[in-house]
């Protein structure tokens, strides 16, 4: 009942800009928490940016970089990507913590970690 779908993903030089975005679709009641992801060729999917109602918290690798922001009224989660370095290239995913409505009779339901399809972000010369 809930999907995400990224988009802004490409081909970018090193020390440009990009702005990935997540759309959250379906019967939402409320989002807990939203979040960027990536994995880069032969290594573990890690956090990138999170964020909740009150709080957002970075990667180290990202921080004074990158920037998450939420737009609640679209269903919508930013990342603002500056200074992009090689480093950086990944497949870029959005993951939720989401309320959902079940049915037409009101009742509600948590998926705590739904994951779109990615995007790819390529930072090169």
């Known amino acids: 009942q809930v999907h995400l779908v990224e988009s802004g993903g490409g081909l970018v030089q090193p020390g440009g800009s990009l702005t990935l975005s997540c759309a959250a679709s379906g019967s939402i009641f409320s989002i807990n928490a939203m979040g960027w992801y990536r994995q880069a060729p032969g290594k573990q999917r890690d956090l990138v940016a999170r964020?909740?109602?009150?709080?957002?918290n970075y990667a180290d690798s990202v921080k004074g970089r990158f920037t998450i922001s939420r737009d609640n009224a679209k269903n919508m989660v930013y990342l603002q990507m500056n200074s992009l370095k090689p480093e950086d290239t990944a497949v870029y995913y959005c993951?939720?913590?989401?309320?959902?409505?079940?049915?037409?009779?009101?009742?509600?339901?948590?998926?705590?970690?739904?994951w779109g399809q990615g995007t790819q972000v390529t930072v090169s010369s």
């Open positions: 993951n939720g913590d989401i309320v959902y409505y079940t049915d037409l009779t009101g009742r509600i339901n948590r998926v705590n970690d739904i």
């Open positions: 964020i909740t109602s009150g709080n957002t």
